[in-house]
């Protein structure tokens, strides 16, 4: 798990730059320059015939994955496969795997520890998962069957061996699918050692597949470390709350990585962490919106909003390709698409003006998120019949979950909760003004959260060379020293 670099990402101005939120989904490479002159030399005369000789390998390995489950019915691949198909295919396979590990430069395999029977520990759970060379943990475990992404499937001679391990598949775009891939593999763990061990692994972005191959390939020599933990039983307490045994097993993971842990979690396909009583978007959709506009060339503090507060103003594509003069349709398309549509496809301008306003960097928080409440805000029903005694305009759950899932890239669902939780100190179903900032920009969790995330382009009274820095997981980042 990586921390991630503070250049990945800044305000379209030129503004000051704050460290970006650590990035435990993501695997990052930093090759110095002699590293690079090294795998230019090598890769020139290594990488092409060891990839040459690999795929060679792969797709020798078709034949066996092909032959395990050809003429079986839905029905009868849903029970472990036996006889001479699971002794010929799996020998097979196992066998030209190894071999094509050791074309690609991984002469050795260094295993510490014992490997638990599939009765003792019926799931194993490797990590961390950084690349697509990550299933060579699969040799010394004697392929135990796996959780992958449904979209290896279609993947020609992947999708076979998927098939032929009798994977368990999800997928990132289905909430329920989740839900489906817990049901099996609780099915498979308790069926008393009739399935082989069931193997889990998660990773959100890394290195691309044709770099990761290059840079491999062009390796004189790879050795894997591969060490099996004892099994952790879980205790009485932990019997009872799935979420602390999941959490104290990540723990005894870290340490012997030697990593922090984290708490993060997938909803709705992305990765959030938790911060108090608030999930957060690891890496929000802002951000990305933001290279996409600043790849086009446009500043954001230079488009007219035109959005009245208050109220919702639906834009098709072509309106909102005009009103941000995006003259290219791939682009405003794929700017478009970051913004939540009806059923006819239509975005609300208002969710547009905010994530503007923030990338601009124009603006200070306190100016910020006044214009998220001016925009977003609506009258109390009750302000109508006693307008002199009346609250004035509320933040209600729907547009304060847009703030948030804009801004944060909070789930709109976790939003609505938080809103519910805060609203509980008052009578009303809404947050004024000043409630509304309070806890943006003065709670000392949340706080946090806005200044990191949002980057705003005045530094805040409080900060001095000598202060801290609020990290994205509320953590405290000291700061460097002149000698750093």
């Given at each position: 798990m990586s921390q991630g670099s503070p250049g990945d990402w800044a305000p379209l101005g030129p503004y000051p730059r704050t460290p970006t939120p650590p990035k435990p989904f993501r695997h990052e490479l930093h090759l110095s320059r002699l590293q690079r002159v090294k795998f230019c030399l090598l890769g020139a005369l290594l990488a092409p015939i060891r990839v040459l000789l690999a795929f060679i390998v792969l797709f020798l390995?078709?034949?066996?994955?092909?032959?395990?489950?050809?003429?079986?019915?839905?029905?009868?691949?849903?029970?472990?496969?036996?006889?001479?198909?699971?002794?010929?295919?799996?020998?097979?396979?196992?066998?030209?795997?190894?071999?094509?590990?050791?074309?690609?430069?991984?002469?050795?395999?260094?295993?510490?520890?014992?490997?638990?029977?599939?009765?003792?520990?019926?799931?194993?759970?490797?990590?961390?998962?950084?690349?697509?060379?990550?299933?060579?943990?699969?040799?010394p475990c004697d392929l135990p069957k796996v959780v992958s992404r449904a979209e290896n499937l279609s993947v020609p001679v992947i999708g076979a061996?998927?098939?032929?391990?009798?994977?368990?598949?999800?997928s990132r775009h289905d909430p329920a699918s989740r839900r489906r891939v817990v049901e099996e593999v609780r099915r498979r763990a308790t069926s008393g050692g009739k399935w082989p061990q069931d193997t889990t692994s998660w990773a959100w972005r890394?290195?691309?597949?044709?770099?990761?191959?290059?840079?491999?390939?062009?390796?004189?020599?790879?050795?894997?470390?591969?060490?099996?933990?004892?099994?952790?039983?879980?205790?009485?307490?932990?019997?009872?709350?799935?979420?602390?045994?999941?959490?104290?097993?990540?723990?005894?993971?870290?340490?012997?990585?030697?990593?922090?842990?984290?708490?993060?979690?997938?909803?709705?396909?992305?990765?959030?962490?938790?911060?108090?009583?608030?999930?957060?978007?690891?890496?929000?959709?802002?951000?990305?919106?933001?290279?996409?506009?600043?790849?086009?060339?446009?500043?954001?503090?230079?488009v007219d909003a035109g959005t009245e507060p208050g109220r919702s103003r639906r834009i098709s594509q072509e309106e909102f390709a005009k009103q941000l003069r995006l003259s290219d349709s791939q682009t405003a398309a794929g700017a478009f698409s970051y913004f939540q549509q009806d059923a006819d496809g239509l975005?609300?301008?208002?969710?547009?003006?905010?994530?503007?306003?923030?990338?601009?960097?124009?603006?200070?928080?306190?100016?910020?998120?006044?214009?998220?409440?001016?925009?977003?805000?609506?009258?109390?029903?009750?302000?109508a019949e006693e307008q002199a005694k009346g609250p004035g305009r509320l933040l209600y759950k729907?547009?304060?979950?847009?703030?948030?899932?804009?801004?944060?890239?909070?789930?709109?669902?976790?939003?609505?909760?938080?809103?519910?939780?805060?609203?509980?100190?008052?009578?009303?179903q809404g947050l004024s003004l000043c409630e509304f900032q309070d806890f943006s920009l003065h709670d000392p969790l949340h706080g946090k959260l806005f200044s990191t995330y949002l980057r705003p382009?005045?530094?805040?009274?409080?900060?001095?060379?000598?202060?801290?820095?609020?990290?994205?997981?509320?953590?405290?980042q000291a700061p460097k020293q002149k000698g750093d």
């Amino acid at each position: 798990m990586s921390q991630g670099s503070p250049g990945d990402w800044a305000p379209l101005g030129p503004y000051p730059r704050t460290p970006t939120p650590p990035k435990p989904f993501r695997h990052e490479l930093h090759l110095s320059r002699l590293q690079r002159v090294k795998f230019c030399l090598l890769g020139a005369l290594l990488a092409p015939i060891r990839v040459l000789l690999a795929f060679i390998v792969l797709f020798l390995l078709w034949p066996f994955a092909w032959l395990q489950v050809a003429g079986l019915t839905e029905e009868q691949l849903q029970e472990p496969i036996t006889g001479w198909r699971k002794t010929v295919c799996h020998h097979g396979v196992l066998g030209l795997s190894r071999l094509l590990f050791f074309l690609l430069g991984f002469l050795r395999i260094r295993v510490r520890g014992q490997r638990a029977s599939r009765l003792q520990a019926p799931v194993l759970v490797a990590a961390p998962h950084s690349t697509f060379f990550d299933p060579i943990v699969l040799l010394p475990c004697d392929l135990p069957k796996v959780v992958s992404r449904a979209e290896n499937l279609s993947v020609p001679v992947i999708g076979a061996l998927l098939r032929f391990n009798q994977a368990i598949l999800v997928s990132r775009h289905d909430p329920a699918s989740r839900r489906r891939v817990v049901e099996e593999v609780r099915r498979r763990a308790t069926s008393g050692g009739k399935w082989p061990q069931d193997t889990t692994s998660w990773a959100w972005r890394g290195p691309g597949v044709l770099k990761v191959l290059w840079l491999t390939a062009s390796q004189p020599c790879s050795i894997v470390d591969v060490e099996f933990l004892p099994v952790y039983r879980p205790s009485p307490e932990e019997s009872r709350d799935p979420t602390l045994y999941a959490n104290n097993v990540q723990r005894v993971m870290a340490q012997a990585l030697g990593i922090p842990a984290t708490e993060c979690e997938f909803v709705e396909s992305l990765p959030v962490i938790v911060v108090g009583r608030l999930k957060v978007a690891l890496e929000p959709q802002l951000w990305e919106l933001g290279k996409v506009l600043r790849k086009a060339g446009l500043s954001p503090g230079c488009v007219d909003a035109g959005t009245e507060p208050g109220r919702s103003r639906r834009i098709s594509q072509e309106e909102f390709a005009k009103q941000l003069r995006l003259s290219d349709s791939q682009t405003a398309a794929g700017a478009f698409s970051y913004f939540q549509q009806d059923a006819d496809g239509l975005v609300d301008f208002r969710d547009v003006a905010l994530a503007l306003a923030a990338l601009s960097g124009g603006r200070s928080l306190e100016e910020l998120t006044r214009l998220a409440f001016e925009l977003f805000a609506e009258e109390p029903e009750e302000q109508a019949e006693e307008q002199a005694k009346g609250p004035g305009r509320l933040l209600y759950k729907d547009g304060f979950s847009t703030i948030l899932h804009l801004l944060l890239g909070s789930p709109r669902p976790a939003a609505r909760t938080l809103h519910a939780e805060l609203c509980q100190a008052g009578a009303r179903q809404g947050l004024s003004l000043c409630e509304f900032q309070d806890f943006s920009l003065h709670d000392p969790l949340h706080g946090k959260l806005f200044s990191t995330y949002l980057r705003p382009s005045q530094t805040p009274p409080a900060s001095s060379p000598g202060s801290t820095t609020a990290l994205a997981n509320g953590t405290v980042q000291a700061p460097k020293q002149k000698g750093d």
